[in-house]
């Protein structure tokens, strides 16, 4: 069975210092990989999506970059955090060619202070 | 542009009685939209709920039903009875065709009453 992980589980950084989310899916080759941020009480957004290793597209700017260092890992961040960057961050997957439904993991809550 | 809208939450009924949660969407740029709702339940993770590819048919899962209607641009959530189970955050969400997009609404919270 497919498992993912994302890691820390919950955040407290200060505006302007780095950051790094990850996320790890295990059990699954070659899997389509995504990001999503949702801001308190907003709408869950779409960040970036990748279908192999090495790249990445963006969907929303919001000074935020994404990389896929393996085929089963995907990495969020930035050097400078903004305020605004606080919220929900979810990863998914879904299998190659994408005509499946997404898979989401647990999440990471960011508070930038 | 492609978006989805949905019912304001949060919204409260009692145990048995019917729900419907109003999704519509436009998709502008998606040739051929696919549609899902998606439930978060307490303490849980976002979870598919149901899914539909075709305008004109009905997916169904846990008892809920939606239906794909091109006409309308609509995508209503409708259970004939809900449980205190059923209390969770349901997200419907449009898709194109390879799906590496998905636009989501922004949730209902429903809480169901015993």
């Known amino acids: 069975a497919q498992t993912i992980h994302q890691w820390p589980v919950a955040e407290i950084k200060a505006v302007g210092s780095p950051l790094s989310l990850g996320c790890t899916i295990k059990?699954?080759?070659?899997?389509?990989l995504y990001w999503y941020w949702q801001a308190t009480g907003g709408t869950l957004q779409q960040l970036f999506y990748?279908?192999?290793?090495?790249?990445v597209e963006s969907v929303v700017q919001l000074n935020l970059s994404a990389s896929r260092p393996k085929d089963d890992q995907f990495i969020l961040s930035t050097e400078k955090l903004l305020l605004s960057h606080s919220g929900f961050y979810l990863c998914?997957?879904?299998?190659?060619?994408?005509?499946?439904?997404?898979?989401f993991g647990p999440g990471t809550r960011l508070t930038v202070l | 542009g492609d978006s989805v809208t949905q019912t304001e939450g949060p919204v409260t009924v009692s145990e048995s009685e019917s729900l419907i949660i109003n999704c519509t969407y436009s998709a502008t740029s998606i040739a051929y939209p696919n549609l899902f709702w998606y439930v978060r339940y307490p303490g849980e993770g976002l979870q598919l709920l149901l899914k539909?590819?075709?305008?004109?048919q009905k997916g169904s899962s846990r008892g809920f039903e939606a239906t794909y209607n091109k006409e309308t641009t609509s995508f209503h959530l409708q259970k004939a009875s809900v449980q205190e189970s059923d209390s969770a955050v349901y997200y419907c969400?449009?898709?194109?065709?390879?799906?590496?997009?998905?636009?989501f609404g922004s949730g209902t919270k429903l809480t169901v009453e015993p």
């Open positions: 539909v590819i075709t305008a004109g």
């Open positions: 998914a997957w879904s299998p190659v060619g994408g005509a499946e439904e997404q898979y």
């Open positions: 969400a449009l898709g194109g065709s390879n799906y590496n997009v998905l636009y």
């Open positions: 990748s279908i192999t290793v090495g790249q």
């Open positions: 059990g699954k080759s070659s899997p389509n």
